[in-house]
T-cell receptor, first 115, second 114 residues
Framework: EAGVTQFPSHSVIEKGQTVTLRCDPISGHDNLYWYRRVMGKEIKFLLHFVKESKQDESGMPNNRFLAERTGGTYSTLKVQPAELEDSGVYFC?????????????FGPGTRLTVT | AQSVTQPDIHITVSEGASLELRCNYSYGATPYLFWYVQSPGQGLQLLLKYFSGDTLVQGIKGFEAEFKRSQSSFNLRKPSVHWSDAAEYFC????????????FGKGTRLSVIA
């Protein structure tokens, strides 16, 4: 079974540019999460999809961030326009539908550097 | 507010020595607790989890953790560290009730010396 995959692994962009991160969850996982880790800080939740619907987007920092999940499969996270403080590692995770003993399966992350 | 505290930012141990990584949490409901590990260039890998039952849980790679409700702690232990254990370790808490976002600690970086 393939794990969670993320693309690209690393992106370097200039302030003001646009970047789109992609996450492919484990097949059949309805729940998809985005997290971010800024250097030296904890991993913080951004948003949660259940299938194609946004369940919780309370962690999204501002309206420069736009997340979508097409057909309940892969998800994209667009940052437009990027600012210096957006630099960090963006993790995606997925989990099956609600069940006791669940765990979230994480991807390798995308390292975003804004210069 | 929900939070996880990992008081040690960086720990260095000798290969073969025992290890304990500390984790304290604050959570308003019944917690579901995790330890994840991130090796260089890798994603977060689940080491172990606790949601009910025996408070001492066994994980992969010889790790174990003990849930102590009275102390709001979930410390990770390993009796004998191997050089390949060098990585960053994250404690996280989620809601027992189902699929909810996890709250993470800041992580503890483990270095292993010969």
């Amino acid at each position: 079974e393939a794990g969670v995959t993320q693309f690209p692994s690393h992106s370097v962009i200039e302030k003001g540019q646009t970047v789109t991160l992609r996450c492919d969850p484990i097949s059949g996982h309805d729940n998809l999460y985005w997290y971010r880790r800024v250097m030296g800080k904890e991993i913080k939740f951004l948003l949660h999809f259940v299938k194609e619907s946004k369940q919780d987007e309370s962690g999204m920092p501002n309206n420069r961030f736009l997340a979508e999940r097409t057909g309940g499969t892969y998800s994209t996270l667009k940052v437009q326009p990027a600012e210096l403080e957006d630099s960090g590692v963006y993790f995606c995770a997925s989990s099956p539908e609600r069940q006791v003993g669940y765990e979230q399966y994480f991807g390798p992350g995308t390292r975003l550097t804004v210069t | 507010a929900q939070s996880v505290t990992q008081p040690d930012i960086h720990i260095t141990v000798s290969e073969g020595a025992s290890l304990e990584l500390r984790c304290n949490y604050s959570y308003g409901a019944t917690p579901y607790l995790f330890w994840y590990v991130q090796s260089p260039g890798q994603g977060l890998q689940l080491l172990l989890k606790y949601f009910s039952g025996d408070t001492l849980v066994q994980g992969i790679k010889g790790f174990e953790a003990e849930f102590k409700r009275s102390q709001s702690s979930f410390n990770l232990r390993k009796p004998s560290v191997h050089w390949s254990d060098a990585a960053e370790y994250f404690c996280a808490v989620g809601a027992y009730s189902g699929n909810t976002p996890l709250v993470f600690g800041k992580g503890t970086r483990l270095s292993v010396i010969a």
